[in-house]
């Protein structure tokens, strides 16, 4: 679980943090935590797929991701409109690769992991599957053959919008603002939310988790598709009275005609007149006064239709003590034939290989764990999602606001295992599971004091990384500190743009960054 999340908050893109549910968690920089507040251990050094019937082993036997102390405070933020934090934690950890055995680094004694003994196996959940139906069902054309619904649906930009439309739709709350969002809410779901309350303010919006419950059956003579989500989050209310935070969950129905056709990425988390394009402040009611239709039918756009309130509590983010892991005596949950997947991957990209791909990956990790550990996040910026790095911003500050600071020593990787490739017109995106184990501790800075976690003891835990890289990328992924698209030494702004070309590096267009962290605990597959 991620150390960072154990805060359960409503999750946020990739958008977004605020740990909101646990009560108490150790919070490694990117990792370590689950926002449910519990750790995952992990055990073993090798790390293998099989392809086509046959078994393949990778090492890790021989090679494992280790790395020195550091020192981290975690942190992260969201945009200026209540930018929705994807934050499924993201785990903190100096990756160096050696060369040992296991029987040189057994398990050592002394490794400590409050692990709940009750779990049980979990099957692969098939609901985002049934969702990228919409990709290859559809009626039959004029030679028999289907013609696809929705040919470029890509879940990597749809949940990307599921989570900034998360953040919008609250932050429109305040002010009392929700009707510039009409052309996106069933007048059902608008008058849910004005219960919930319209303070003059909706802040800090941290999406911690975000699950399909539901996905309706898409056959060749669908009209209509529907989607129920569950989202758990932390936002602060700003009312005349003071801010106020509160952790809950909810419930939201989303439809949408079979005919329409998917946003591109760059259009993600763009909010417009479905039909035409202009501006929202055009909107009179659910009418656009530029096109003069009415837009929040499902035919032009996903519709909230429905908005659920299961829990609402008023709490804050969690910042010390010990919580016990979920999840991390699971097999990992693995999608069926994922192993044929990547070799059919691996086949079309020759120069991309299993070790290219976790030295990668042990790259990312180790600029994550300088970055939290020196309190300098904007230096993982080339490495992480825009909702990763919003996240982490956020949980910083949150610790220094608190006069405490996230300590990690000794952070290792000991184990990766494949568990789900997918790849469309705009993405392919690998999850792989991360083993890791290491000190995780809480300081007080006025005196010194650990109020969280335990300088002796390593702490154990486990967590579903999610990397992405355009569909049209090439080559072998990088360990270098260059710029992917000029070769330039790596300088990139705020935005995600090389100082040196301009081109946006985050968005995987020329090398793999890291998207998504997801908790044993909430993973579905």
């Known amino acids: 679980m991620n150390r960072l999340g154990k805060w359960l908050v409503f999750t946020s893109p990739l958008l977004l943090a605020l740990v909101l549910a646990a009560p108490e968690g150790l919070a490694r920089p990117g990792g370590g935590n689950t926002y449910r507040g519990s750790s995952s251990s992990s055990s073993g050094s090798s790390r293998s797929y099989s392809s086509s019937g046959s078994s393949r082993s990778y090492g890790s036997s021989s090679s494992s991701y280790s790395g020195s102390s ?8 969201s945009d200026g409109s209540g930018f929705c934090c994807l934050v499924f934690g993201v785990l903190a950890v100096v990756i160096v690769i050696s060369s040992v055995s296991n029987k040189k680094n057994p398990p050592r004694a002394q490794d400590w992991s409050t692990v709940k003994q009750r779990e049980q196996p979990r099957p692969w959940s098939q609901e985002r599957e049934k969702l990228e139906r919409l990709r290859t069902v559809g009626p039959a054309g004029p030679d028999g053959r289907p013609v696809p ?4 649906f890509s879940l990597v930009p749809f949940e990307d919008f599921l989570y900034a439309l998360y953040a919008r739709v609250h932050t429109a709350r305040g002010g009392g603002q929700l009707e510039t969002m009409a052309a996106y809410l069933s007048e059902k779901a608008l008058q849910t939310l004005r219960g919930v309350g319209e303070p003059q303010r909706v802040e800090a919006i941290v999406v911690g ?4 419950l539901s996905v309706s059956a898409i056959t060749s003579g669908s009209l209509r598709v529907s989607v129920r989500m569950r989202f758990e989050a932390n936002y602060t209310e700003v009312s005349a009275s003071g ?17 329409v056709k998917s946003r591109s990425p760059e259009n993600a988390r763009v909010f417009k007149c479905p039909n035409c394009g202009a501006p929202l402040d055009g909107m009179q009611g659910n ?3 530029y096109c003069q239709k009415t837009v929040n039918t499902g035919e032009f756009d996903w519709v909230v239709y429905e908005v659920t309130e299961v829990e609402r509590e008023s709490r804050g983010p969690q910042l010390g003590g010990d919580t016990p892991e979920e999840g991390t005596n699971l097999s990992t949950v693995k999608q069926p034939r994922v192993d044929e997947r990547m070799q059919r991957l691996l086949q079309q990209d020759p120069e991309m290989s299993w070790e290219a791909l976790t030295a990668r990956l042990g790259f990312i990790f180790q600029e994550l764990q300088v970055a939290w550990s020196e309190r300098q996040w904007e230096q993982v910026r080339p490495y992480v999602s825009d909702s990763l790095f919003q996240t982490q911003l956020y949980w910083m500050g949150a610790y220094e606001r608190a006069g405490l600071r996230n300590v990690t020593q000794n952070a290792r990787i ?14 392919v995106a690998l999850t792989v599971r991360v083993f890791a184990t290491g000190l995780d501790f809480t300081l007080r800075e006025s005196d010194g004091k650990v109020v969280g976690g ?8 486990t967590e579903y990384w999610t990397l992405i890289r355009s569909s049209t990328a090439r ?3 990088s360990t270098e500190k260059r710029c992917p698209s000029c070769g330039a030494p790596l300088s990139i702004n705020m935005a995600g743009q090389c100082t040196h070309c301009s081109a946006r590096v985050t968005s995987g267009d020329f090398d793999w960054v890291l998207s998504r962290i997801e908790q044993d605990e909430s993973y579905q597959g």
């Open 475 to 477: 080559g072998k992924p």
């Open 209 to 212: 988790a975000m699950k399909y």
């Open 243 to 259: 801010p106020r935070s509160f952790y809950v969950a909810e419930e939201w129905l989303l439809v949408r005609s079979t005919q």
């Open 149 to 152: 619904f929705d040919p470029d």
């Open 287 to 289: 009418t656009c006064s």
């Open 414 to 427: 000991t184990q990766v295992e494949l568990a789900r490739v997918v790849s469309d017109r705009y993405f």
């Open 70 to 77: 550091s020192g981290s405070s975690g942190g992260g933020s």
């Open 454 to 461: 335990s300088q002796r003891r390593e702490r154990r835990y």
